[in-house]
């Protein structure tokens, strides 16, 4: 049996991270950053470790049927795409900033919409 660490260092910002976190059994994602690491396809299945490895950017959050909210990763080296659960120790202000992005940079000029 595999012996899961501690923590872990981001890869992104570089901080010391614990792999304890409050409301998920499996941190993957660094709370200050918010950025992962591709090393699993499924929550915990690390023993069968995806052999890409490249850094995860968040660029969404999307919400689950109960209001639960899930980060949004994409990675980086081979482009594939996971939902992650948040912690409750993740920063609120990235998570907020990550969910606005799109309402802060609409496709459209924001002058449409006074004359609709």
């Known amino acids: 049996m595999a012996r899961v660490p501690r923590s872990f260092r ?15 059994a499996h941190r993957n994602h660094c709370p ?7 090393v699993d396809d ?8 995806d052999l890409c490895g490249s850094s995860m950017e968040p660029i969404a959050v999307s919400v689950r049927d109960r209001g639960e909210w899930v980060l949004v ?9 996971h939902l992650n659960r948040t912690a409750g120790d993740d920063s609120p202000l990235l998570l ?8 802060a940079q609409p496709p459209f000029p ?3 919409l006074g004359q609709l």
């Open 110 to 112: 924001l002058d449409l």
């Open 73 to 81: 990763h994409r990675c980086t080296g081979c482009g594939s795409v």
């Open 42 to 49: 499924a929550p915990g299945d690390r023993e069968m470790a």
């Open 32 to 38: 200050y950053c918010l950025w992962s690491r591709h």
């Open 96 to 103: 907020v900033q990550i969910a606005v992005g799109p309402l």
């Open 10 to 24: 981001c890869r992104h910002c570089r901080l010391d991270v614990s792999t304890s976190a409050p409301g998920t």
